[in-house]
T-cell receptor, first 112, second 115 residues
Framework: DAKTTQPPSMDCAEGRAANLPCNHS???????VYWYRQIHSQGPQYIIH?????ETNEMASLIITEDRKSSTLILPHATLRDTAVYYC?????????????WGAGTKLIIKP | GAVVSQHPSRVICKSGTSVKIECRSL??????MFWYRQFPKQSLMLMAT?????????EQGVEKDKFLINHASLTLSTLTVTSAHPEDSSFYIC???????????FGSGTRLTVV
């Protein structure tokens, strides 16, 4: 069962910041939040991950609330190539194998 | 960075035949590989987890005799869809656990069409 909920779709204007929300209210203390994106008919691409602290890399920023029940992925300056389905994922420990539990994803459309 | 090569990218096969999909880690050793299936407009569904040198662990509802997984080396895992039927048509994606900071690298996927 998915441990995350996301809006099914969002629009964002090119050049603006895209803020993608995710709820993970049942997340456990040692479970990481991952974000991947998938462009149509391609393999998922890693974006960022975090546990408690906010994280930033060359692609995006991840803001995690203090209670860890939700997070927001921020693409600071969205371009048309950022149009994709964005998945918020919780990594769980399953018998010493970590598994990624995928949500339904948000289809982000960047408009010129 | 870590690269996973998945082949073929597309395959069309006749109903009743078997199809093998390969997943190779090119620049790292993948001790664990994951196989996913994705139907149109849906999220990825984990099918099985394979550890090098041991039997794969299948998710509930996935037939292990139909989806044969072999992970005989640290750089290669294969998924064989046996006696394929049209309902097996899907997008199959592999993922390998790597040395990199984020740990999960995905292949480019295989579009299987059974006719």
């Amino acid at each position: 069962d998915a441990k995350t909920t996301q809006p099914p779709s969002m629009d964002c204007a090119e050049g603006r910041a895209a803020n993608l929300p995710c709820n993970h209210s049942t997340i456990s203390g040692n479970e990481y939040v991952y974000w991947y994106r998938q462009i149509h008919s391609q393999g998922p691409q890693y974006i960022i991950h975090g546990l408690k602290n906010n994280e930033t890399n060359e692609m995006a920023s991840l803001i995690i609330t203090e209670d860890r029940k939700s997070s927001t992925l921020i693409l600071p300056h969205a371009t048309l190539r950022d149009t994709a389905v964005y998945y918020c994922i919780v990594r769980v420990d399953m018998d010493s194998n970590y598994q990624l539990i995928w949500g339904a994803g948000t289809k982000l459309i960047i408009k010129p | 960075g870590a690269v996973v090569s998945q082949h073929p990218s597309r395959v069309i096969c006749k109903s009743g035949t078997s199809v093998k999909i390969e997943c190779r880690s090119l620049d790292f050793q993948a001790t664990t590989m994951f196989w996913y299936r994705q139907f149109p407009k849906q999220s990825l569904m984990l099918m099985a987890t394979s550890n090098e040198g041991s039997k794969a662990t299948y998710e509930q509802g996935v037939e292990k005799d139909k989806f044969l997984i072999n992970h005989a080396s640290l750089t290669l895992s294969t998924l064989t869809v046996t006696s394929a039927h049209p309902e097996d048509s899907s997008f199959y994606i592999c993922s390998a656990k790597s040395w990199s900071n984020y740990g999960y690298t995905f292949g480019s996927g295989t579009r299987l069409t059974v006719v």
